[in-house]
T-cell receptor, first 112, second 109 residues
Framework: DGGITQSPKYLFRKEGQNVTLSCEQN?????MYWYRQDPGQGLRLIYY???????QKGDIAEGYSVSREKKESFPLTVTSAQKNPTAFYLC???????????FGDGTRLSIL | QKEVEQDPGPLSVPEGAIVSLNCTYS??????FMWYRQYSRKGPELLMY????GNKEDGRFTAQVDKSSKYISLFIRDSQPSDSATYLC?????????FGKGTRLHILP
């Protein structure tokens, strides 16, 4: 079955630590996205990538970094510069830029 | 004015009732109109989408788009307890997609 796999499901970060969230898709989609979801705030775009080796900042990119070395993979690193990282992180993809996106089941990040 | 507005709820209705969920928007350039269902601790699941205006039906679900009023709706007939979730509307144009904040729906058995 085609889909988007996010791992891990739960992640804990210590102070000063960088952590990386994995997102893999086998839908052959070109565009991939990272969102952050906080209660009452909806989905906020962190980064997106339209093609391999290219990505753009979204609305809240500070304290995050991404890479897109393969079409199937779009990992997100939450750096120590992100002072409020506790949130539910969602990865999405789509074949064509403004068409409906498909989501993974998210990673919940908490601070130790 | 926000680009997409959605009442956060919660909306509680008895089992079997017809549910109406709505969003308003301000950008007349939006072309795709989507509804997602999100269960607790899960990612949003694409329920339905329409391109431009009109209605679309899929089983118990009907999506309507009124571009003249900048208003979209999702109707759920014969609502079931399993329909209890958060419903997000979304709209897109060019390279931009905007999500509503979601409406929490509770179907009471």
């Amino acid at each position: 079955d085609g889909g988007i796999t996010q791992s891990p499901k739960y992640l804990f970060r210590k102070e000063g630590q960088n952590v990386t969230l994995s997102c893999e898709q086998n839908l052959n989609h070109d565009a991939m996205y990272w969102y952050r979801q906080d209660p009452g705030q909806g989905l906020r775009l962190i980064y997106y990538s339209q093609i391999v080796n290219d990505f753009q900042k979204g609305d809240i990119a500070e304290g995050y970094s991404v890479s897109r070395e393969k079409k199937e993979s779009f990992p997100l690193t939450v750096t120590s510069a992100q002072k409020n990282p506790t949130a539910f992180y969602l990865c999405a993809s789509t074949g064509i830029l403004n068409q409906p996106q498909h989501f993974g089941d998210g990673t919940r990040l908490s601070i130790l | 004015q926000k680009e997409v507005e959605q009442d956060p709820g919660p909306l509680s209705v008895p089992e079997g009732a017809i549910v109406s969920l709505n969003c308003t928007y301000s950008n007349s350039a939006f072309q795709y109109f989507m509804w997602y269902r999100q269960y607790s601790r899960k990612g949003p699941e694409l329920l339905m989408y329409t391109y431009s205006s009109g209605n679309k039906e899929d089983g118990r679900f009907t999506a309507q788009v009124d571009k003249s009023s900048k208003y979209i709706s999702l109707f759920i007939r014969d609502s079931q307890p399993s329909d209890s979730a958060t419903y997000l509307c979304a709209m897109s144009a060019d390279d931009k997609i905007i999500f509503g904040k979601g409406t929490r729906l509770h179907i009471l058995p």
